[in-house]
C-alpha cells in the first residue's frame, strides 16, 4: 500500500491506497449534463501512463516521427504535452488539500481541472491535484505527477485469480439510472446504456476492427451482437469469409477452432489480459473490462427495486423492472479513437480508409458523440 505525499514539505495527502488498473472509462465524457457517479472504489488509486491536459499541440505542429514515437499511429487533432503518470483517486481519500478559490476550469455545474490543479497542499500550497465533479465526467481528484510522491506504508493482499474474481466480483449491467445534475438522487432519472458499457465496446470495437483484417465479423447472439454487430457491418464489407469472434475467458472451455478472435476479460486489479493455461489458440484477444465481459458471460436477470427490510420466503415481489432502451446501442467515439490511433495496424491501408470515412462523418450514428456539453479540450478530436 501507499500514501502520497507533497513533492515540496512531504505532507500526507492521501490515505493509505492499493494500486489498481485504470479503467478504460476513467477520462470518459458521458451525455450532456449528467450526474456521474465516482470513478475510483474508495483505498484505490490508478495510474494513467498517457499525459492528459495542456498544454496542446496540434497535429501540424508535430516533428515527423514524434507522434509515432509516441505510440500514435494515425493522425488526431492535438496530443497532450503535460507529464504522463497521473494519479487517480476517489475524492474521500485526499487529506490535507484545500480547493483553489477561482480554478473551475471551463466547468459549467461544477470544477473539472481543465485548467490545470485545483487543489493546493494545506502545508505548503504547492497545487497538487485537480478535482473532477463537473457534470458528465467520473467524479475524481487527479494528483500531479511532479506535485506529489509515492511511500510506501505496507504490504498489499494478493491480487484475485481469475476463479476467485469471477466468484467475489459483480458484474456491470448494460442499462443503469442515470441523474440529471442538479437533480435530488433518485428524481429526474432515466434508464440509459450503462456509460462504463460504452467506452468498454469503443476500446473492443477498435480492436475488433483490427482482428477483422478487413473481412466481415460475426459475433455472439444476445447482448454481444446487440453491442458490436451492427456497428461491424456498417464498417466492414458485407461480402467474403467471416471472421468469427466467440467470449473466452475463465469457467468457459477455449475454443480450438472455428474461432479467429477471442473476447476475454481484463483483470480490474492487474490490468492483465485473461489467457488460457495451455497452448494459446491462433486468435486476436479482444479486452473487455471484467465486470462487463462477466455480465456477457452470465447474462443477469434485472433486479427489482430495493426494498426495505426482509421480505417472507413466500410473498412474491412485484414491483416493475427496470426499463429495456430501445435506442441503438452506440460506442464511445472517443475511447474508440484513443484506442485505435495507438494500435500499428492502423497504419494498413484498408483500415486507414475506414478511419478518415469515420472520421469525417461519425459512422453513420454508430458512436456516442464525442463532447456534447460546453467545450473543455482543445477538440473533440483530443488523445
Known sequence: MFVFVCARCDAELTVPLSQVSLSVHARQVYGNGLQLPVL??????AVDPDPWGGPWRVWDELDPGEAEARGIYAPVHAL?????????????????ARLIPGKRGGACCGIDGADGPNMACLGCD??????VDDCSLWQSVWLGPDAVRRVRVGADAAPLSWAELMEEAESAPPFEPIT???????????????????????????HLLVASQGQPVEVPDGMTGTVFQYALDTMLPASGPARHAVLAGPGRPVPVEGADILLVPVHPGTGRTWAPAGPAPAAYSVPLPSAVWRWLHSPQPYSSLPA????????????????RRDERFRADWRTFQHTLVRLPAVRSPWLRTIVEAFRQDRAYGLFRPPLTRPQRQPSSGAT
Open 40 to 45: 475510483m472504489e474508495p483505498g484505490t488509486f
Open 80 to 96: 497532450s504535452d503535460a507529464e504522463p503518470g497521473q494519479s487517480v483517486i476517489a475524492p474521500g481519500d485526499i487529506r490535507g
Open 126 to 131: 504547492l497545487p497538487v491535484a485537480a478535482r
Open 180 to 206: 440529471s445534475w442538479g437533480e435530488r438522487r433518485g428524481s429526474g432519472r432515466h434508464w440509459s446504456w450503462s456509460p462504463q458499457w460504452t467506452a468498454a465496446a469503443g476500446r473492443a470495437l477498435a
Open 308 to 323: 426495505s427490510g426482509r421480505i417472507p420466503l413466500d410473498v412474491l415481489r412485484d414491483e416493475s423492472l427496470p426499463p
